[in-house]
Antibody, heavy 119, light 108 residues
Framework: QVQLVESGGGLVKPGGSLRLSCAAS????????MSWIRQAPGKGLEWVSY????????YYADSLKGRFTISRDNAKNSLYLQMNSLRGEDTAVYYC????????????WGQGTMVTVSS | SYVLTQPPSVSVAPGQTARITCGGN??????VHWYQQKPGQAPVMVVY???DRPSGIPERFSGSNSGNTATLTISRVEAGDEADYYC???????????FGGGTKLTVL
C-alpha cells in the first residue's frame, strides 16, 4: 500500500535551516508529481511546493519568497524540502503528499513532521 | 490569488444530512476536491473532481459544483464523521494549489 513517511522536523532557531525528507513506498515514485503542504498549529492547510515526476517543473507558494527548495531523488524514492532563513510563521506540521494523476489534487498524505521555529 | 471561502462550522444531528459549502469566483469552472481531517491525523481525500469518491470512501459522501459554490454532502451522518473538512482547487492562473479555510463538522 502507498506509504509516505516524513522525517527531519524539530526545533530550530529563527534564521536557521532544516531539511525535511519524505520516504515513499508502495507505488512507482518516479511516475508521480509530489507536493509539500503545511499546517500551522490550530490553523488550516497551506500548500507549500510542488515538483514534477522528473524534477524539471517546480512551483512554490508566494509566501516562501525563495527560502525553501524542493527536490527529489527517484533512485531513493525520496522527496526533500530544504528550508532556510526560518521564521516563527514557518512553525507547522509539514506533510508530503502524492499528487493525483490529474496533478491538481492530493490522493495520499504522510503523517507529517513538526517544525518549530523558536528562540 | 484565488480565494476559497468555507463556513467555520456546521452542526448536524446523527442520521441527518450535512452540507458544507465552498465559495469561489466561478468555482464551477474548476475541479474541486475535498479532504477530511480528524484531530491529530493527516488529511484524507473524500471527494475529487467535484463528485468522485476515492476507493474506500462511503457512498454517503458526495459532492457537487456549480456557479460560485461547491458543496460536500454527507448523508446519514455518523459520530465518526466529526472532523475538519477542507475544499481545494488548482488555480491555473497562478499554478498554485489553494485550500479553503476549513469547516469543523460537529455531530450533535
Amino acid at each position: 500500500q502507498v506509504q509516505l513517511v516524513e522525517s527531519g522536523g524539530g526545533l530550530v532557531k529563527p534564521g536557521g535551516s532544516l531539511r525535511l525528507s519524505c520516504a515513499a513506498s508502495g507505488f512507482s515514485f518516479s511516475d508521480y508529481y509530489m507536493s509539500w503542504i503545511r499546517q500551522a498549529p490550530g490553523k488550516g492547510l497551506e500548500w507549500v511546493s510542488y515538483i514534477s515526476s522528473g524534477g524539471g517543473l517546480i512551483y512554490y507558494a508566494d509566501s516562501l519568497k525563495g527560502r525553501f527548495t524542493i527536490s527529489r531523488d527517484n533512485a531513493k524514492n525520496s522527496l526533500y524540502l530544504q528550508m532556510n532563513s526560518l521564521r516563527g510563521e514557518d512553525t507547522a506540521v509539514y506533510y508530503c503528499a502524492r499528487c493525483t494523476s490529474g496533478r491538481d489534487a492530493f490522493d495520499f498524505w504522510g503523517q507529517g513532521t513538526m517544525v518549530t521555529v523558536s528562540s | 490569488s484565488y480565494v476559497l471561502t468555507q463556513p467555520p462550522s456546521v452542526s448536524v444531528a446523527p442520521g441527518q444530512t450535512a452540507r458544507i459549502t465552498c465559495g469561489g469566483n466561478n468555482i464551477g469552472s474548476k475541479s474541486v476536491h475535498w479532504y477530511q481531517q480528524k484531530p491529530g491525523q493527516a488529511p484524507v481525500m473524500v471527494v475529487y473532481d467535484d463528485s468522485d469518491r476515492p476507493s474506500g470512501i462511503p457512498e454517503r459522501f458526495s459532492g457537487s459544483n456549480s456557479g460560485n459554490t461547491a458543496t460536500l454532502t454527507i448523508s446519514r451522518v455518523e459520530a465518526g464523521d466529526e472532523a475538519d473538512y477542507y475544499c481545494q482547487v488548482w488555480d491555473s492562473n497562478s499554478d498554485h494549489w489553494v485550500f479553503g479555510g476549513g469547516t469543523k463538522l460537529t455531530v450533535l
